[in-house]
């Protein structure tokens, strides 16, 4: 990804391997996911908007009669860019909490720490 590549807030971040969309259903089910986990410790930081509306015509409706009427809302994801953020956690906590998430999302990520220098 052009932006969004680096852990800008947390310490333990998700981070997309391959392209793809994620469905505003999908983005609360990961955040739902990371809070039950954690039990309301630490803080979380969702890198994710659905800007993107995909629309789509009703069942058995003939062609024409113009554009369908939005149907969900989607982010376009690209590889290397940061959907999760999460900090004040230890790192085993974090780690499952992430991978929870990652399996609710329909892309390959991968969990990434902050180098401490």
């Known amino acids: 990804a052009w932006t969004g590549g680096h ?6 971040g998700l981070k ?8 505003a259903r999908e983005i609360e089910a990961g ?3 990371i809070t ?3 039990k309301r410790n630490g803080r979380i930081w969702i890198r994710m908007f659905p ?6 015509k009703p069942q058995e409706t003939r062609m024409g009669k113009g554009k369908g009427a939005p149907e969900a809302w989607v982010m376009v994801v ?3 860019r940061i959907l999760y953020e ?7 906590v974090a780690r499952q909490a992430l991978r929870l998430a990652a399996h609710k999302l329909p892309m390959q990520t991968r969990i990434v720490e902050r180098e401490h220098h």
């Open 7 to 12: 852990l800008a807030f947390g310490d333990y």
């Open 16 to 23: 997309a391997t391959e392209c793809g969309w994620v469905t």
């Open 31 to 33: 955040r739902i996911a």
């Open 36 to 38: 039950r986990f954690i």
């Open 51 to 56: 800007d993107k509306p995909i629309t789509k």
């Open 78 to 80: 690209k590889p290397g």
């Open 86 to 92: 999460m900090e004040g956690v230890p790192v085993e």
